[in-house]
């Protein structure tokens, strides 16, 4: 399983995602939000502005929410 997180610099929130995803033994990589193709991208993926955006798979996991991700792990495991 492999996830992208985008993320800003200094992101309390972010932090706590890579966290989770390395508790979770999930490997992934960072994109930092920090230009308008970035932005414009993630806006036309998920709606949305801010960080962390994670991409799991497919799947979107907005803001830090690791029980939205577990959710998806759980789903991807079967």
């Known amino acids: 399983m492999k996830a992208t997180i985008y ?3 200094n ?3 972010c932090t706590l995602m890579k966290k989770f995803l390395l508790e979770q033994q ?3 990589e960072t994109i930092l ?3 308008p193709e ?3 991208y ?3 993926q998920t709606g949305r502005l801010g960080a ?3 991409l799991l798979e497919g799947h979107w ?3 830090y929410d690791p029980n939205q991700a577990t959710k998806i792990i759980q789903h991807l495991s079967k």
């Open 7 to 9: 993320s800003t610099p």
């Open 11 to 13: 992101c309390g929130y």
């Open 26 to 28: 999930i490997e992934f």
């Open 33 to 35: 939000i920090d230009g």
């Open 38 to 40: 970035i932005s414009q």
């Open 42 to 44: 993630l806006m036309a």
């Open 52 to 54: 962390p955006q994670t």
């Open 61 to 63: 996991i907005l803001g």
